[in-house]
């Protein structure tokens, strides 16, 4: 005779989807949120990073975003990406351009500008319209970057020891060594704003005013 557990564990098998259903399904009701946790994009981390608050008004408010000039560059970079030529002559080493990647279970998903590999290890190369940060000075891109390494582990089991960040305009290239205390750290970020996009409780905002000036939220935002 059938136990209670194992009869709610049959009913339970007969709404359980396979991939190619669960594929099917996604595809025809594209609105419908399947998984467990909000999905968090890698630029989502920068933003977190920079200031907490868009989030809250890109995903929460939903308010209309102000263009800004910062805005229209970064619309450029891809652009500059298509034209931008590989000038390695070194043949073992691989490029994979413009990697959309996911990772579930984490809740991360990521476009790659795209990522370079030598056969034992890969890193990420992100490109940015912006100015390079100052000497020593950690910026958020970081941290766009370390997550991006995530994906790209998660992906491709591949070793990932740093990243790079590329500044068009100033012709200037960054290297970040990726420690194992940089990618929990991120996954810490993710959960925070995991736990933002739940909770819809509005964040503090930066502690640099300097940064309000060209924000696109400015006009929804107050301070204190």
Same mark, same amino acid.
């Given at each position: 005779?059938?136990?209670?557990?194992?009869?709610?564990?049959?009913?339970?098998?007969?709404?359980?989807?396979?991939?190619?259903?669960?594929?099917?399904?996604?595809?025809?009701?594209?609105?419908?949120?399947?998984?467990?946790?909000?999905?968090?994009?890698?630029?989502?981390?920068?933003?977190?990073?920079?200031?907490?608050?868009?989030?809250?008004?890109?995903? /929460?408010?939903?308010?209309?975003? &102000? #263009?800004?000039?910062?805005?229209? =560059?970064?619309? !450029?970079?891809?652009? $500059?990406?298509? @034209?931008?030529?590989?000038?390695?002559?070194?043949?073992?080493?691989?490029?994979?351009?413009?990697?959309?990647?996911?990772?579930?279970?984490?809740?991360?998903?990521?476009?790659?500008?795209?990522?370079?590999?030598?056969?034992?290890?890969?890193?990420?190369?992100?490109?940015?319209?912006?100015?390079?940060?100052?000497?020593?000075?950690?910026?958020?891109?970081?941290?766009?970057?370390?997550?991006?390494?995530?994906?790209?582990?998660?992906?491709?089991?591949?070793?990932?020891?740093?990243?790079? /960040?590329?500044?068009?305009?100033? &012709? #200037?290239?960054?290297?970040?060594? =990726?420690?194992? !205390?940089?990618?929990? $750290?991120?996954? @810490?970020?993710?959960?925070?704003?995991?736990?933002?996009?739940?909770?819809?409780?509005?964040?503090?905002?930066?502690?640099?005013?300097?940064?309000?000036?060209?924000?696109?939220?400015?006009?929804?935002?107050?301070?204190?």
């Amino acid at each position: 005779m059938e136990t209670i557990e194992n009869v709610e564990k049959n009913e339970i098998k007969k709404y359980r989807l396979d991939p190619s259903e669960l594929l099917e399904l996604r595809l025809q009701y594209p609105q419908i949120h399947l998984y467990d946790q909000p999905i968090i994009g890698t630029e989502d981390i920068r933003q977190f990073v920079y200031c907490p608050r868009i989030l809250f008004f890109r995903y /929460i408010i939903r308010g209309p975003m &102000q #263009k800004t000039y910062k805005m229209e =560059l970064g619309e !450029e970079k891809h652009e $500059k990406l298509q @034209k931008l030529k590989n000038e390695t002559d070194d043949t073992s080493i691989q490029k994979y351009y413009n990697l959309y990647l996911t990772d579930a279970k984490l809740g991360l998903v990521g476009l790659i500008d795209y990522f370079e590999f030598d056969g034992q290890e890969a890193f990420p190369v992100e490109i940015k319209s912006g100015n390079p940060p100052s000497e020593g000075l950690v910026t958020p891109h970081k941290y766009q970057i370390i997550a991006q390494a995530i994906l790209i582990e998660k992906n491709f089991k591949f070793l990932v020891k740093k990243g790079r /960040i590329y500044y068009v305009k100033h &012709q #200037k290239v960054i290297d970040y060594p =990726l420690e194992i !205390e940089d990618k929990l $750290k991120v996954i @810490k970020i993710i959960r925070k704003i995991q736990k933002l996009l739940t909770t819809e409780s509005i964040p503090e905002p930066t502690e640099d005013i300097g940064k309000c000036k060209d924000c696109e939220y400015r006009k929804y935002c107050f301070r204190g």
